[in-house]
């Protein structure tokens, strides 16, 4: 069985534009969460899909926001890119939103903002 | 508050030696799961091992085992026997199960960084 897959792996943006990151998780996870990991803030919990639906927001400004599709692939975007915003963007699937289920994570991906 | 604490920023290790990398929660939830994670420097996490909060028994996947003592709040990770393969950053985490505000949202901790060597 495939693993969580995102594109692309490496991002180079400048400040100002905005970037959309892609994430296709395991085949049958209806759950997909991203985080935002730094050097300086750790891993952050971006948001959760489920079923298409947001079920629930870390604490980002509203220039992060994403969706999922009928798929269950989720798309991530960032407007407005800041030099804060450069960070390794992972993001997880799971069966559902059960806290009992295990978060598989995909690859990630390298957002440097310039 | 710090839902997840990991109190050991480095660690090192002798090859086919035992280490315990240290874990400690705070919730308020009575039902709860908790993972760790190794991250290579290639940067995927991987997943190792979960412990539910109602399991009575530690979890245990090949060398990796979880000393959970609920009472503590700690849920350490013991990995048997490393391997040089086993040097990475090492995450725990924490998921509320009943908390329908954070329903699936995962805290983890700063990470514990494990070097194994010859």
């Known amino acids: 069985k495939a693993g969580v897959t995102q594109t692309p792996r490496y991002l180079i943006k400048t400040r100002g534009q905005q970037v959309t990151l892609s994430c296709s998780p395991i085949?049958?996870?209806?759950?997909v969460s991203w985080y935002q990991q730094t050097p300086g803030q750790g891993l952050q919990f971006l948001f959760e899909?489920?079923?298409?639906?947001?079920?629930n927001k870390g604490n980002f400004p509203g220039r992060f926001s994403g969706r999922q599709f009928s798929n269950s692939r989720s798309e991530m975007n960032v407007s407005t890119l800041e030099l804060g915003d450069s960070a390794l963007y992972l993001c997880?699937?799971?069966?559902?939103?059960?806290?009992?289920?295990?978060?598989?994570f995909g690859p990630g991906t390298r957002l440097t903002v310039t | 508050a710090q839902k997840i604490t990991q109190t050991q920023p480095g660690m090192f290790v002798q090859e086919k030696e035992a280490v315990t990398l240290d874990c400690t929660y705070d919730?308020?939830?009575?039902?709860?799961?908790l993972f760790w994670y190794k991250q290579p420097s290639s940067g995927e996490m991987i997943f190792l091992i979960y412990?539910?909060?109602?399991?009575?028994q530690n979890a245990t996947e090949g060398r990796y085992s979880l000393n959970f003592q609920k009472a503590r709040k700690s849920a350490n990770l013991v990995i048997s026997a490393s391997q040089l393969g086993d040097s990475a950053m090492y995450f725990c985490?924490?998921?509320?199960?009943?908390?329908?505000?954070?329903?699936?949202?995962?805290?983890f901790g700063r990470g514990t960084q494990l070097t194994v060597w010859p």
């Open positions: 412990q539910g909060s109602y399991d009575q």
């Open positions: 899909y489920f079923s298409e639906t947001q079920r």
């Open positions: 919730t308020s939830d009575p039902s709860y799961g």
């Open positions: 985490a924490m998921r509320e199960i009943d908390r329908g505000s954070t329903l699936g949202r995962l805290y």
């Open positions: 997880a699937s799971s069966l559902g939103l059960d806290g009992s289920y295990e978060q598989y």
């Open positions: 085949s049958g996870h209806r759950s």
